[in-house]
T-cell receptor, first 115, second 111 residues
Framework: KAGVTQTPRYLIKTRGQQVTLSCSPI?????VSWYQQTPGQGLQFLFE???????NKGNFPGRFSGRQFSNSRSEMNVSTLELGDSALYLC??????????????FGSGTRLTVV | KNEVEQSPQNLTAQEGEFITINCSYS?????LHWLQQHPGGGIVSLFM???GKKKHGRLIATINIQEKHSSLHITASHPRDSAVYIC?????????????FGKGTLLTVNP
C-alpha cells in the first residue's frame, strides 16, 4: 500500500511569507501528527489530528496551525515566516494495534528554508 | 531535563561489532519506539514496545518498564546500519498519539 506522502519535498521562502505543507496518510489511518526537526532542538511535536479534530498541540506559537480534511489528508500552515522556522517538517500517520498502542509511519518530510 | 534521554550521542564501530544504544525515560509510557533516520531525513519505525523484547533480523529491542529503560542492540553491525537512531515515547491517555523524542544517537559503522 502507498506510504505517507508529503508535498512539497523542498521549499524556499522569504521571511514574512506564509507556507502550507501537505500530508496524505496511509489509507485507513485516521491520525496525522506533525513534527519539526532542527539541528539545535531535534524532533519536536507540533500537533496531532484525528477525524478532523486537533487532539494534541505542542509548544509552538500560534503562527503554526493545521487542519485535517474528511479524507484524513492534513495540511500545516506557518504564517509570517522567521529564519528560525527553517527545518525539516515531518508528518506521520498512525494506527492503533489490537492492544490500543499507536504505531507510526513517517513521510519523507518537507525541507523548508527561510531566507 | 528531557523526558527521554539517550546514550551515547555518538558511536563509532567496526563492521561486525555488537552495538548497544540506551534510552531512559522519566514518565510513564504507553509505548516506547525506536526509529532510524538516514541522511536525507526519512524516518523508519523499527520497533514499538510496551514490554519485553522484540527481534527483527539483526536488531533487538528490549524494555524494562520498572526501570524505565530500553536498549536497542545491533548484532554483526554493517556499514549500512550507519544512521541516527532515535528513541521516542508515547504517553498514556489523551497524549498517547504524541511522540516525545530523545536527541538521537549517531551511529557510524566503518568497514
Amino acid at each position: 500500500k502507498a506510504g505517507v506522502t508529503q508535498t512539497p519535498r523542498y521549499l524556499i521562502k522569504t521571511r514574512g511569507q506564509q507556507v502550507t505543507l501537505s500530508c496524505s496518510p496511509i489509507s485507513g489511518h485516521r491520525s496525522v501528527s506533525w513534527y519539526q526537526q532542527t539541528p539545535g532542538q531535534g524532533l519536536q511535536f507540533l500537533f496531532e489530528y484525528f477525524s478532523e479534530t486537533q487532539r494534541n498541540k505542542g509548544n509552538f506559537p500560534g503562527r503554526f496551525s493545521g487542519r485535517q480534511f474528511s479524507n484524513s489528508r492534513s495540511e500545516m500552515n506557518v504564517s509570517t515566516l522567521e529564519l528560525g522556522d527553517s527545518a525539516l517538517y515531518l508528518c506521520a500517520s498512525s494506527f492503533r494495534d489490537l492492544r490500543g498502542l499507536a504505531g507510526y509511519t513517517f513521510g519523507s518530510g518537507t525541507r523548508l528554508t527561510v531566507v | 531535563k528531557n523526558e527521554v534521554e539517550q546514550s551515547p550521542q555518538n558511536l563509532t564501530a567496526q563492521e561486525g561489532e555488537f552495538i548497544t544504544i540506551n534510552c531512559s525515560y522519566s514518565v510513564g509510557i504507553s509505548a516506547l519506539h525506536w526509529l532510524q533516520q538516514h541522511p536525507g531525513g526519512g524516518i523508519v519505525s523499527l520497533f514499538m514496545l510496551s514490554s519485553g523484547k522484540k527481534k527483527h533480523g539483526r536488531l533487538i529491542a528490549t524494555i524494562n518498564i520498572q526501570e524505565k529503560h530500553s536498549s536497542l542492540h545491533i548484532t554483526a553491525s554493517h556499514p549500512r546500519d550507519s544512521a541516527v537512531y532515535i528513541c521516542a515515547r508515547t504517553g498514556s491517555g489523551g497524549s498517547n498519539y504524541k511522540l516525545t523524542f530523545g536527541k538521537g544517537t549517531l551511529l557510524t559503522v566503518n568497514p
